[in-house]
């Protein structure tokens, strides 16, 4: 009989992967259209828990309700950082700041100082403690599955992250907003010349992926039971290694590679001490590269 | 050209700041604490300070000496850095006479290295590094070092009855000590460990760990963690069904775990020397205070750093009026029965505290004095 | 004209009086170790800048693990002083070559990546040095870090007062930048900068784009090692939260805010976010939003950073530039 210790182990390491790709979705689908990373990523999930928080505090909704709300906010926080952030480094679309470098990568500056701004505030705002979310209104119940025991917090986020999935590849694979995003994402200066409101498609991209963000976020709050400021940071580096895995332009390639890696660090844990997990993640991170050096499921790499 | 201008512009207004210098006091006699006021550490610095600053009002009005006696705080962030930074600035500042802080072991090690060299008393409350007084004659800590509460663990786990015991600690230098000290004193009793393991600070999810340690069936789990790992162990401990009895070290206590984790706290044991709900004029004094400050009840860290403010204020009054950073030193060495809210403190030759530690378990949401 | 201007270069004897002359004069006048040691500091995270300048300014590839490099060098000055007995005069080349001997290690089978996996590879090199810090207990002795008590040794000259700490700073820092400044400016360095415009188009000119950035790679980590040994060395103490990815995400900020691409504006870098969050001490616990804020701010109004790579060029070349080789009419050849 196969000892249900490593099928425990399996859920385990399964529901950290769910939890990685529900950032990663969000992630993605930002980097795909912009080619940038957008390191305030991780504070929009702190921020939807922090909502989340609140919004519960206030007015004790149904779960359903809190996720929309947050996933509201999460979308209006996204486009306040794409005006912030985004927005005013595409004033400059000549050729040679187009070619430049620093150009390029100043949006990487600006949205990092976004998110210690976000950050800092937050600590301000809040303390960096943890904070209590009422227990009621956790994810956390175990269910017992046979000889495992999974909690309701897992089938719920793999739910979401199910539905965001999908609708994401309907929406982009569908509709005319999609398809508007897809061009923007292939060739930004090739789609404005169609006839593509570009600005337009880039704010709805960042709303699109800072709602999930943002409902990400309140729902590993509620799983855990416990946000703090700096919650962000994990996850979004995990979220990052996953989406560059997966091969940057496929959003279901980002979602297996996140549960690739929740999956090798819980069954690393099984065999080597947990404070090496990480290690067997970034080495099959860079296994992954070594052979597959467009990620898995990426395209090959095209002529600019 | 413009653009050189541009730096040295930058730069030009950057300066001014730089060497304002704060007003001075007449003669007040002064006193360093540096500790992280923001950051990811932020809640225990911002504690230290609340704790710090109930301990100052009280012995300013208290008119034990005819000057005032102030305290600077710097903000290291939990950084090296800027901890060495600090402490330069504190050095350098000659009305300042003796330093508290900082938080981790790390930055203390860093800025004892600054302050051995200048010859200024330090006095960390939390600094558990084992090494961390064998540094120099000047540095002191307020914190039971594991030295003492791994084997106090050790026996009452064993008097209880269980004798495979599962360990796991926070990957510090902290956490190292406390599996060091705690498996000794274990095996030498008659004990085994049948598990060991460390984890990052902060990992989110025990699960995996949690189902490792059950498949070696121990009798209890003694565990060094801070509050927010642990309530998350606590939580998910209780989600996978483990009804093992969890023991725990006094950086655990702090009624912050119980409110995080809810009924899953019930149960959890540990050791600890500062129980809010004790019936000590002075414990209840600063319980009061902290209550009105914080409007919840202090933990172990608060604790320990009012006691340290206060006995390094006692060393300054004994030193008066030949206050130098030499002097009080040597009282902070001389300190002998400290009446603090920690109990009674003495410090030893290698300037470690000497404190007696007491059990206390979690209880319908409450740390309860136990006796067993 | 031009046998004047050969001769007499004045941005060069200036920058060199401000750092061994004015800077420690000035500074000993108020005879406060804590500007000493924000000077050293400086300085220090110059190097490291200026280091991660020639992978991501120069060469143009994102890298997210630096930090790694730095404390690679700092734990093999530390563990050298402490367990071998060798002092600063091993310590510091040694912890600049462990540091490359590694990087080249780490480089041969990850440098064939560009781009966006080329930085995820280095975040996670970064990562895996970080944990193989903390979690080697027996070699590094983990999270309880290295204390080195032993200081600055030099042909048995101790360097024991603030000053003397911060001369064989200073004179360490200024020869590796000087070293940074000649590479980056001469055909090689040119050739890493084709590298980044377009690494296809180098490929096809005949430029072997993989070793290329193996060696820069290598380079870069060198430079790093030298300014973790130094830190190492002034500091005292060496634990592995000093080198996380959040300290690479720092240099990095440094690197972008300065100027991609230029070496001053590195050093500007530096410089801004070391001093600011100093200077900003009076302003209490908002003062890291402030930092953020200025990072934001100087950004969005300076996009290519506040010495940004086409100005800074322009500024080297008319300042420390070999007239000898001025063709005329052009300004190639260095």
């Given at each position: 009989m196969f000892d249900p210790y490593y099928l425990q182990q399996l859920a385990i390491g399964l529901s950290q992967g769910v939890i990685y790709a529900l950032m990663a979705i969000g992630f993605t689908l930002i980097f795909g259209v912009l080619?940038?990373?957008?390191?305030?990523h991780g504070e929009i999930y702190t921020l939807g828990a922090f909502v989340g928080l609140l919004v519960i505090t206030a007015l004790a909704p149904p779960l359903l309700v809190v996720v929309l709300v947050v996933a509201a906010v999460g979308a209006a926080f996204g486009v306040g950082l794409e005006r912030i952030a985004?927005?005013?480094?595409?004033?400059?679309?000549d050729e040679a700041s187009l070619k430049s470098r620093a150009m390029r990568e100043s949006t990487l500056m600006s949205s990092l100082a976004v998110s210690i701004v976000a950050r800092e505030g937050l600590e301000l705002a809040f303390g960096s403690q943890m904070q209590t979310l009422p227990f009621d209104q956790l994810i956390n119940k175990p269910i017992a599955l046979g000889p495992i025991t999974i909690v309701t917090g897992d089938v719920i986020i793999f739910a979401v992250a199910a539905v965001m999935l999908i609708g994401l590849q309907w929406l982009l694979t569908r509709t005319r907003v999609g398809l508007a995003i897809r061009a923007v994402s292939a060739n930004p200066l090739g789609a404005k010349y169609v006839g593509i409101d570009t600005d337009r498609t880039i704010i709805l991209t960042f709303a699109i992926g800072s709602m999930m963000g943002a409902a990400a976020g309140v729902l590993v709050g509620l799983y855990y039971g416990a946000i703090f400021p700096a919650m962000g940071f994990v996850p979004g580096i995990k979220a990052f290694v996953a989406m560059v895995m997966g091969g940057l332009s496929s959003i279901p390639g980002a979602v297996i590679c996140a549960l690739l890696l929740g999956l090798s660090e819980g069954l690393a844990t099984t065999f080597i001490s947990s404070n090496w997990a990480d290690m067997v993640a970034y080495g099959f991170l860079i296994v992954t590269l070594i052979f597959f050096p467009q990620g898995l499921f990426g395209a090959g790499r095209e002529r600019v | 050209m413009t653009l050189i201008r541009r730096t040295f512009i930058g730069l030009a207004l950057a300066a001014p700041v730089l060497f304002v210098a704060s007003a001075d006091a007449a003669d007040a006699i002064r006193l360093g604490y540096q500790l992280p006021?923001?950051?990811?550490?932020a809640q225990y610095g911002q504690d230290f300070k609340t704790a710090a600053e109930i301990a100052l009002d009280r012995f300013n009005a208290s008119g034990r000496l005819p000057v005032k006696v102030e305290i600077v705080y710097e903000d290291s962030r939990s950084d090296a850095k800027e901890g060495v930074a600090i402490a330069r600035k504190f050095v350098d500042?000659?009305?300042?006479v003796g330093v508290l802080g900082d938080f981790t072991s790390g930055v203390s090690i860093a800025a004892a290295q600054v302050y051995k060299e200048a010859g200024m008393p330090q006095l960390s409350?939390?600094?558990?590094?084992?090494d961390f007084t064998k540094i120099s004659e000047w540095q002191f800590r307020n914190i039971t070092t594991q030295a003492g509460e791994g084997p106090y663990n050790a026996n009452w786990i064993l008097s209880k009855g269980y004798k495979k015991v599962a360990v796991i600690a926070e990957q510090t230098d902290w956490g190292q000590s406390v599996v060091q000290y705690f498996a000794a004193e274990l095996a030498a009793k008659g004990?085994?460990?049948v598990f060991t393991e460390f984890f990052n600070r902060?990992?989110?999810?025990f699960r995996a760990l949690i189902t490792k340690i059950q498949r070696d069936k121990p009798d209890a789990i003694y565990t060094g963690f801070f509050y927010e790992d642990g309530a998350n162990f606590l939580k998910q401990a209780k989600q996978l069904g483990v009804t093992t009895p969890i023991f725990s070290t006094s950086?655990?206590?702090?009624?912050k775990i119980v409110e995080l984790a809810g009924a899953d706290a019930e149960g959890l044991s540990l050791t600890t020397?500062?129980?809010?709900?004790?019936?000590r004029p002075e414990v209840k004094n600063f319980v009061d205070a902290w209550v009105k400050a914080r409007g919840a009840e202090p933990g172990q860290f608060p604790a320990q750093a009012f006691d340290a403010v206060n006995i390094m204020l006692d060393a300054v009054v004994k030193t008066y009026?030949?206050?130098t950073r030499a002097s009080v030193r040597e009282a902070l060495a001389a300190t002998?029965?400290?009446?603090?809210v920690t109990g009674l403190t003495t410090f030893d030759a290698n300037r470690e505290p000497q404190k007696q530690l007491s059990k206390a378990r979690v209880i319908g949401g409450q740390f309860t004095a136990v006796s067993e | 004209m031009s046998e004047i201007r050969r001769l007499i270069r004045p941005v060069p004897i200036l920058l060199a009086l401000v750092i061994f002359v004015a800077v420690p004069l000035g500074l000993a006048q108020f005879g406060k170790g804590y500007f000493f040691q924000i000077a050293n500091l400086v300085l220090i995270f110059a190097l490291l800048a200026a280091s991660l300048h020639l992978v991501?300014?120069?060469?143009?590839l994102l890298h997210l693990g630096h930090a790694a490099f730095y404390g690679i060098g700092a734990y093999v000055a530390a563990l050298l002083g402490t367990e071998?007995?060798?002092g600063f005069l091993w310590g510091l080349p040694a912890g600049g070559l462990a540091a490359a001997v590694l990087a080249l290690i780490v480089a041969l089978?990850?440098?064939r990546l560009v781009s966006i996996y080329f930085a995820v590879a280095t975040l996670a090199i970064g990562q895996m040095i970080h944990t193989v810090l903390l979690n080697w207990v027996s070699l590094t002795k983990g999270p309880n870090g290295v204390l080195l008590f032993s200081g600055i040794k030099l042909f048995g000259w101790a360097a024991k007062t603030p000053v003397a700490i911060y001369f064989v700073v200073a004179v360490v820092v200024a020869a590796s930048i000087f070293a940074i400044h000649r590479l980056g400016h001469s055909y090689y360095g040119n050739a890493l900068r084709s590298l980044r415009e377009d690494d296809q188009c180098a490929d096809a000119m005949g430029i072997d784009t993989v070793r290329l950035k193996i060696e820069v790679f290598t380079l870069s980590a060198f430079f790093a090692g030298i300014a973790g040994a130094l830190w190492a060395y002034t500091t005292g103490y060496v634990s592995p939260t000093d080198f996380n990815f959040s300290n690479s995400i720092l240099v990095l900020a440094m690197v972008v805010v300065g100027g991609l691409g230029s070496l001053p504006g590195a050093i500007i870098g530096a410089f801004l976010l070391i001093l600011l969050p100093e200077v900003l001490?009076?302003?209490?616990?908002v003062r890291n939003v402030l930092v953020g804020l200025v990072m934001f701010f100087s950004i969005l109004f300076l996009p290519k950073g506040l010495f940004g790579e086409v100005s800074a060029l322009t500024f080297v070349r008319r300042?420390?530039?070999?007239?000898?080789n001025r063709v005329p009419g052009g300004e190639v050849g260095w």
């Amino acid at each position: 009989m196969f000892d249900p210790y490593y099928l425990q182990q399996l859920a385990i390491g399964l529901s950290q992967g769910v939890i990685y790709a529900l950032m990663a979705i969000g992630f993605t689908l930002i980097f795909g259209v912009l080619n940038v990373v957008n390191f305030a990523h991780g504070e929009i999930y702190t921020l939807g828990a922090f909502v989340g928080l609140l919004v519960i505090t206030a007015l004790a909704p149904p779960l359903l309700v809190v996720v929309l709300v947050v996933a509201a906010v999460g979308a209006a926080f996204g486009v306040g950082l794409e005006r912030i952030a985004f927005k005013p480094f595409r004033r400059f679309s000549d050729e040679a700041s187009l070619k430049s470098r620093a150009m390029r990568e100043s949006t990487l500056m600006s949205s990092l100082a976004v998110s210690i701004v976000a950050r800092e505030g937050l600590e301000l705002a809040f303390g960096s403690q943890m904070q209590t979310l009422p227990f009621d209104q956790l994810i956390n119940k175990p269910i017992a599955l046979g000889p495992i025991t999974i909690v309701t917090g897992d089938v719920i986020i793999f739910a979401v992250a199910a539905v965001m999935l999908i609708g994401l590849q309907w929406l982009l694979t569908r509709t005319r907003v999609g398809l508007a995003i897809r061009a923007v994402s292939a060739n930004p200066l090739g789609a404005k010349y169609v006839g593509i409101d570009t600005d337009r498609t880039i704010i709805l991209t960042f709303a699109i992926g800072s709602m999930m963000g943002a409902a990400a976020g309140v729902l590993v709050g509620l799983y855990y039971g416990a946000i703090f400021p700096a919650m962000g940071f994990v996850p979004g580096i995990k979220a990052f290694v996953a989406m560059v895995m997966g091969g940057l332009s496929s959003i279901p390639g980002a979602v297996i590679c996140a549960l690739l890696l929740g999956l090798s660090e819980g069954l690393a844990t099984t065999f080597i001490s947990s404070n090496w997990a990480d290690m067997v993640a970034y080495g099959f991170l860079i296994v992954t590269l070594i052979f597959f050096p467009q990620g898995l499921f990426g395209a090959g790499r095209e002529r600019v | 050209m413009t653009l050189i201008r541009r730096t040295f512009i930058g730069l030009a207004l950057a300066a001014p700041v730089l060497f304002v210098a704060s007003a001075d006091a007449a003669d007040a006699i002064r006193l360093g604490y540096q500790l992280p006021l923001t950051g990811n550490t932020a809640q225990y610095g911002q504690d230290f300070k609340t704790a710090a600053e109930i301990a100052l009002d009280r012995f300013n009005a208290s008119g034990r000496l005819p000057v005032k006696v102030e305290i600077v705080y710097e903000d290291s962030r939990s950084d090296a850095k800027e901890g060495v930074a600090i402490a330069r600035k504190f050095v350098d500042d000659e009305k300042i006479v003796g330093v508290l802080g900082d938080f981790t072991s790390g930055v203390s090690i860093a800025a004892a290295q600054v302050y051995k060299e200048a010859g200024m008393p330090q006095l960390s409350q939390t600094a558990s590094h084992p090494d961390f007084t064998k540094i120099s004659e000047w540095q002191f800590r307020n914190i039971t070092t594991q030295a003492g509460e791994g084997p106090y663990n050790a026996n009452w786990i064993l008097s209880k009855g269980y004798k495979k015991v599962a360990v796991i600690a926070e990957q510090t230098d902290w956490g190292q000590s406390v599996v060091q000290y705690f498996a000794a004193e274990l095996a030498a009793k008659g004990g085994t460990v049948v598990f060991t393991e460390f984890f990052n600070r902060g990992l989110p999810d025990f699960r995996a760990l949690i189902t490792k340690i059950q498949r070696d069936k121990p009798d209890a789990i003694y565990t060094g963690f801070f509050y927010e790992d642990g309530a998350n162990f606590l939580k998910q401990a209780k989600q996978l069904g483990v009804t093992t009895p969890i023991f725990s070290t006094s950086a655990a206590h702090n009624q912050k775990i119980v409110e995080l984790a809810g009924a899953d706290a019930e149960g959890l044991s540990l050791t600890t020397n500062f129980l809010p709900n004790s019936p000590r004029p002075e414990v209840k004094n600063f319980v009061d205070a902290w209550v009105k400050a914080r409007g919840a009840e202090p933990g172990q860290f608060p604790a320990q750093a009012f006691d340290a403010v206060n006995i390094m204020l006692d060393a300054v009054v004994k030193t008066y009026p030949k206050t130098t950073r030499a002097s009080v030193r040597e009282a902070l060495a001389a300190t002998k029965d400290f009446p603090g809210v920690t109990g009674l403190t003495t410090f030893d030759a290698n300037r470690e505290p000497q404190k007696q530690l007491s059990k206390a378990r979690v209880i319908g949401g409450q740390f309860t004095a136990v006796s067993e | 004209m031009s046998e004047i201007r050969r001769l007499i270069r004045p941005v060069p004897i200036l920058l060199a009086l401000v750092i061994f002359v004015a800077v420690p004069l000035g500074l000993a006048q108020f005879g406060k170790g804590y500007f000493f040691q924000i000077a050293n500091l400086v300085l220090i995270f110059a190097l490291l800048a200026a280091s991660l300048h020639l992978v991501a300014g120069v060469a143009g590839l994102l890298h997210l693990g630096h930090a790694a490099f730095y404390g690679i060098g700092a734990y093999v000055a530390a563990l050298l002083g402490t367990e071998l007995k060798l002092g600063f005069l091993w310590g510091l080349p040694a912890g600049g070559l462990a540091a490359a001997v590694l990087a080249l290690i780490v480089a041969l089978p990850t440098m064939r990546l560009v781009s966006i996996y080329f930085a995820v590879a280095t975040l996670a090199i970064g990562q895996m040095i970080h944990t193989v810090l903390l979690n080697w207990v027996s070699l590094t002795k983990g999270p309880n870090g290295v204390l080195l008590f032993s200081g600055i040794k030099l042909f048995g000259w101790a360097a024991k007062t603030p000053v003397a700490i911060y001369f064989v700073v200073a004179v360490v820092v200024a020869a590796s930048i000087f070293a940074i400044h000649r590479l980056g400016h001469s055909y090689y360095g040119n050739a890493l900068r084709s590298l980044r415009e377009d690494d296809q188009c180098a490929d096809a000119m005949g430029i072997d784009t993989v070793r290329l950035k193996i060696e820069v790679f290598t380079l870069s980590a060198f430079f790093a090692g030298i300014a973790g040994a130094l830190w190492a060395y002034t500091t005292g103490y060496v634990s592995p939260t000093d080198f996380n990815f959040s300290n690479s995400i720092l240099v990095l900020a440094m690197v972008v805010v300065g100027g991609l691409g230029s070496l001053p504006g590195a050093i500007i870098g530096a410089f801004l976010l070391i001093l600011l969050p100093e200077v900003l001490r009076g302003f209490g616990d908002v003062r890291n939003v402030l930092v953020g804020l200025v990072m934001f701010f100087s950004i969005l109004f300076l996009p290519k950073g506040l010495f940004g790579e086409v100005s800074a060029l322009t500024f080297v070349r008319r300042h420390f530039g070999r007239s000898q080789n001025r063709v005329p009419g052009g300004e190639v050849g260095w």
